[in-house]
């Protein structure tokens, strides 16, 4: 599930309703109406994190691997990335941009994979509800991306940032958006400085972007190493 952050919610029922859910299943229920026109929702609002995360995890690929080629070439070739929150592929298109060839999708919207699937850039896709422990083995991916989940009435930052942790090997990459506004109050910096705290990760990027091309505010790209 990959909410938009853009979309005004008096604009949009849909959005309205996923930010009023309490639990999982409810905003799965949304997210499987919304599926076949969320897309369509958000052309012309400049939706700028997809774009932004893929790039973050070209460079942060490019600089853990000094002898691959310029960061618009083709260095997620062959890593097994998670799409974490899929949603309708809009991560797994840019990624592809940068070579991805082997992206897992994970979303809790049944709906929304399956209009992922007609992307043609996963791997694999898998229903999967980012609130509990993800049933994947420790070190099973090179890099996990997640766009547009760490919001209101989304995925929490417990267990969600550990377990990105357990599931990418040692020296893999995490990128993830965080809505602003959240970011302190909702506990996912506390959760990150815990993290760094303990020796797990390396936090190279925490900085503020635009939702939107045209922003320079509204959201918090995390880009973590970990150790």
């Not at 859910?21 to 026109?37: F, I, M, P, R």
């Not at 990335?81 to 049944?110: K, M, Q, Y």
Request: glycine share 12%; aromatic share 6%; hydrophobic share 40%.
């Amino acid at each position: 599930m990959s909410d938009p952050g853009g979309l005004r919610t008096e604009e949009n029922v849909f959005l309205q309703r996923v930010y009023a859910a309490t639990n999982a299943a409810e905003s799965k229920d949304v997210y499987d109406e919304w599926a076949t026109q969320y897309d369509r929702d958000l052309e012309g609002l400049d939706y700028a994190f997809p774009a932004l995360a893929a790039e973050a995890l070209s460079r942060a690929v490019a600089r853990s691997s000094p002898g691959t080629a310029d960061v618009l070439g083709k260095q997620l070739a062959g890593l097994r990335i998670a799409d974490a929150g899929c949603g309708t592929g809009l991560v797994g298109r840019e990624l592809a941009h940068f070579g991805a060839d082997n992206i897992s999708g994970l979303d809790v919207s049944p709906g929304m994979l399956e209009v992922a699937r007609k992307t043609g850039c996963y791997a694999e896709l898998d229903e999967v509800d980012l609130s509990k422990p993800i049933a994947r083995p420790a070190g099973s991916f090179d890099a996990v991306v997640c766009v547009g989940t760490l919001t209101r009435g989304h995925v929490g930052p417990d267990p969600v940032f550990k377990e990105f942790v357990r599931v990418v090997k040692k020296g893999g990459s995490i990128v993830a958006t965080v809505l602003d506004e959240i970011w302190e109050s909702g506990g996912y910096k506390a959760e990150v400085e815990r993290l760094e705290g303990l020796g797990a990760i390396e936090v190279l990027r925490a900085d503020v972007v635009g939702v939107r091309t045209t922003s320079k505010a509204g959201g918090r790209l995390l880009v973590l190493t970990k150790l």
